[in-house]
Each structure stands twice: as structure tokens, then as C-alpha cells.
């Protein structure tokens, strides 16, 4: 096990994409990691690259098994100050065609792990007065599509977590931070990992995860609770957002996928 010296991260996904670069900016901020995902040696790969000390926790989040080992890191970790419940994917598919196993695992992934985890490090941090837990939804938290229904409930109920826990925090007087990142498109594994040609979604909606893990870190220090990073992701949400269903069901999904 390794010897985190310093204020400890936890992320979890952290084996690619969003997740790996919140490891590279929480390392140069002067964080120690815990780095938990599937994929161990994406994980130690990532551990020889930054130069802190980083305890690597393989864990299929899905899992009753796996969720409860990484909780028990976060209760016996006292130098927690950050845990990222970033771990996530996407699925394809109106719902009930899609694999009903996926679906379930993806409310496991998105909505219990987050809530167990999250559970297992206020406790903590309320007590210290001191840390934060970001919650990395999306900018689908604010929009109901076809084909991608349990993503999008999943990512609401995470906003809907996240701003009722600030409440929380805020009537405790409490310093703890909490917010829900909503991205949109970012470059990384989760469109391959779901077979969609990226090229299909135009240029200008791309954005790095570095930009979104940059404008979280900001939003955090800022403490702001629903961060969306990008101007152009923000005006789209300020129309979604009071969007009731007589309107949304006139609309058509912008860039449909043949497959749903
Ligand atoms: N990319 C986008 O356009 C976009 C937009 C909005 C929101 N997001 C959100 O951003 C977060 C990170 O996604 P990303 O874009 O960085 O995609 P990514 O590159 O595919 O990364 C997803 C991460 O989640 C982990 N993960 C998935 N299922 C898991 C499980 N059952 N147990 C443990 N770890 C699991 C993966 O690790 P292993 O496979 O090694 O387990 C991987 O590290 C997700 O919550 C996603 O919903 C992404």
C-alpha cells in the first residue's frame, strides 16, 4: 500500500479519459491518489507517470463487492479531501431492447456507487469541515432523449443529489464542497466504448478533458454546485432546462444514432 503523505484524492474511472486527467491536475495541485477503475494496469501505468504516491484500487463499481471495498478505502483514508465519482458510461438503444443487465449496471455505476461512496466520505470530511466530492454527470442531466433514457435519468438524479447535498451542507454551515460537472461531448474512451463514430457530432461541440477538468477545479475552488463547462453548453441548458414534455416531445434528437 502506498504512503499517501498528502492531502488524498479518490477518483474513480480513473484508468481513462475525464477521470485520468482529473489524476494529472489533482497530482500537479499537490494531491496524493487513489485511483480505482476495472482496468488495473491502465491504472499503474498512470501511477509511473505522475510523480506522487498513488494506492491503485481495481473495482467493478457495478458490484455490491466491488463498491464496498472502495468504501472502506474512503472510511480509512482520514486525509481524504476529494473524492471524484467520475466512473460511468453509456449505452445505446431504446430501453427496453437494450440489455437489461447493461442498464441495471449503469444505474449501479452512476447512482449506487455514487451514493455509497459519497456516504462513506462525508461522514468524514463534515467532521474535518474540510473536502469535496465532484460528480461527474452531464450536460444529458438536463435533457430526456430517445435511446438514451437511463443515461439521462441517471445524470438527472445526480444533479438532483448533488444540489440537494449542498443544501445539506450549507444549513450545517459546513465547509465540505460538493458539485455535479456536467459536460458535454469530450474527447476520450466513452464514444469508442460505445461504438459511435465521433465524426458524426459536429467539430465545434468537442471539447478536452482538460478544459472540463480545468474549469471543475475552478468551479470547486469557487464553490460552485452545477459547473458547466463552455459557453456554448451552457446556452443549450438554459434552454433544456425549463423544457417541459409538450414541448420536448416535438423536438428530434439532434444527431440520432441509426442503431436506436
Ligand atoms: N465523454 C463524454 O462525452 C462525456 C460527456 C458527459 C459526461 N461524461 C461522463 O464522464 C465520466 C467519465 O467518462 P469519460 O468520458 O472519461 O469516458 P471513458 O474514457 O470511457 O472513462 C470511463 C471510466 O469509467 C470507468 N468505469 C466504467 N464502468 C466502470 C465500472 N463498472 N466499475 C469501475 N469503473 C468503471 C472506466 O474504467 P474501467 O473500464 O477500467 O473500469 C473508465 O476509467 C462518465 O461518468 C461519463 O458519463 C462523459
Redesign the pocket.
Known amino acids: 500500500m502506498a504512503n499517501l503523505a498528502r492531502p488524498v484524492a479518490l477518483i474513480?474511472?480513473?484508468?481513462?479519459?475525464?477521470?485520468?486527467t482529473f489524476a494529472r491536475h489533482l497530482a500537479a495541485r499537490g494531491f496524493d491518489l487513489i485511483l480505482?477503475?476495472?482496468?488495473t494496469e491502465?491504472?499503474a501505468e498512470l501511477a509511473r507517470e505522475l510523480k506522487v504516491a498513488c494506492e491503485l484500487v481495481t473495482?467493478?463499481?457495478?458490484t455490491d463487492v466491488?463498491v464496498d471495498s472502495v468504501a472502506e478505502v474512503i472510511r480509512g483514508c482520514a486525509r481524504l479531501e476529494l473524492l471524484v465519482n467520475?466512473?460511468?458510461?453509456?449505452s445505446l438503444g431504446r430501453f427496453w431492447t437494450a440489455e437489461a443487465a447493461g442498464q441495471e449496471?449503469m444505474h449501479r455505476?452512476?447512482v449506487l456507487?455514487t451514493v455509497r461512496l459519497t456516504h462513506a466520505a462525508l461522514g468524514g470530511m463534515v467532521a474535518r469541515n474540510k473536502g469535496g466530492v465532484i460528480n461527474?454527470?452531464?450536460?444529458?442531466a438536463f435533457s430526456i432523449n430517445e435511446g438514451n433514457v437511463s443515461?439521462c435519468s441517471t445524470?438527472a438524479w445526480m444533479n438532483s443529489f448533488t444540489e440537494g447535498l449542498a443544501l445539506e451542507l450549507r444549513g450545517a454551515e459546513s465547509a465540505v464542497k460538493v458539485q455535479a460537472l456536467?459536460?458535454?461531448?469530450?474527447?476520450?474512451?466513452?464514444?469508442?466504448?460505445l461504438g459511435v463514430d465521433r465524426k458524426g457530432i459536429p467539430g465545434f461541440l468537442w471539447m478536452s478533458?482538460d478544459f472540463i477538468v480545468e474549469t471543475s477545479l475552478k468551479g470547486l475552488d469557487k464553490g460552485k454546485v452545477i459547473v458547466v463547462p463552455g459557453w456554448i453548453y451552457r446556452t443549450i441548458v438554459t434552454f433544456l432546462r425549463p423544457m417541459p414534455y409538450a414541448i420536448r416531445r416535438h423536438l428530434k434528437r439532434p444527431f440520432k444514432d441509426r442503431r436506436v
Open positions: 474513480t474511472g480513473a484508468s481513462s479519459g475525464i477521470g485520468a480505482v477503475a476495472r482496468r491502465k491504472l473495482a467493478d463499481l457495478a466491488g467520475n466512473a460511468g458510461f453509456g449496471a455505476v452512476h456507487a461527474v454527470s452531464s450536460v444529458a443515461y445524470k456536467c459536460p458535454g461531448f469530450t474527447i476520450t474512451e466513452f464514444h469508442d466504448t478533458a
